[in-house]
């Protein structure tokens, strides 16, 4: 048994991640800490993931903008409360993410989306065809998306929310005959992609979570870091898996495994990641860890 330390999953970030890592962040961390972050103790703490505090500013900036963060200071600490649109967006997200999408049952059927946008509406065209592909739809035939039965729900959400029902039509159906199911599913999605991005995951933590589990004592910061680089990366892993039925799918087909991983990585990381957090949510915090007060 070792002591588990340092920060060997967290290189420095690229700016443009400074948006994902805190969205993250937000969704893991602060929700937790009752949905208010002091800006101080923010920048401390992404700064442990690589993050400059130039670029956590920026990218809290813009997501004030967005309407996802209103300033409020408590305690004599400024920071940022999360919105109601900002707690509806990350528990949508939580359906996803945190309760990664099961196969589908073959014998529920499939959801069927057909639209003809006019040109005169083509960004909202655009923006229903990344929904619908962020929900986990494959595009089959011109204008025609396809997705598990079960995804009717969240696909007259995305239409409606778009103000596109009067361009749209939806249908619940079984596959009975025609082009092969197989050979239609490997057309509507690049499932070769998917499965690389799931065995990628559990080569880049599988030994990680080795370590950690043989370890005596995980410090904190590590914990820390290594949790929300678990979480930024593995956030983006459910959207593109449509859930589809393992009929369909290869016999080694390696969402399960990346599940079960990052479940156990969950379970080591995250009390001990929180823990380590939590001083910064208070007035006074270690010197040289919170940050100044009231910045």
């Not at 920026?58 to 109601?84: D, H, I, N, Q, S």
């Not at 939806?170 to 596959?175: E, I, L, N, Q, T």
């Not at 080569?203 to 870091?225: D, K």
């Not at 156990?264 to 860890?289: F, I, N």
Request: hydrophobic share 45%.
């Amino acid at each position: 048994m070792t002591e588990t330390k340092g920060t060997p999953t967290a290189a420095a970030a690229p700016a443009g991640r400074s948006r994902t890592v805190l969205v993250s962040f937000l969704g893991s961390v602060v929700r937790k800490m009752g949905g208010w972050m002091p800006i101080a103790g923010t920048v401390a703490l992404l700064a442990e993931t690589g993050l400059d505090a130039a670029s956590v500013r920026t990218a809290v900036f813009r997501l004030k903008r967005r309407g996802w963060l209103v300033a409020e200071t408590r305690a004599g600490m400024r920071g940022y409360t999360l919105t109601p649109a900002a707690l509806d967006a990350l528990a949508e997200g939580d359906q996803v993410i945190w309760h990664a999408r099961e196969p589908a049952d073959l014998g529920d059927g499939w959801c069927f989306v057909n639209f003809s946008v006019p040109e005169s509406a083509r960004s909202l065209r655009h923006q229903l065809t990344a929904h619908l592909t962020s929900l986990g739809f494959g595009n089959i035939g011109s204008a025609v998306w396809i997705a598990p039965a079960r995804m009717l729900p969240a696909a007259r959400r995305a239409i409606t929310e778009l103000d596109l029902t009067r361009y749209c039509a939806v249908f619940v159906g079984d596959y009975v005959a025609g082009q092969d199911l197989h050979t239609m599913v490997r057309n509507g999605w690049d499932l070769d992609e998917i499965d690389g991005r799931y065995r990628e995951f559990v080569t880049r933590y599988g030994a990680e979570a080795e370590r950690l589990a043989a370890s005596a004592v995980i410090e904190g910061e590590h914990a820390f870091v290594t949790y929300l680089s678990v979480l930024d990366h593995w956030r983006k892993l459910p959207f593109r898996d449509p859930g589809l039925p393992r009929e369909v799918l290869a016999e080694d087909w390696a969402g399960p495994a990346a599940v079960r991983l990052f479940e156990r990585l969950v379970a080591l990381l995250e009390g001990r990641a929180l823990a380590h957090a939590a001083p910064h949510w208070s007035a006074r915090t270690t010197p040289g860890k919170g940050g100044e007060r009231g910045a």
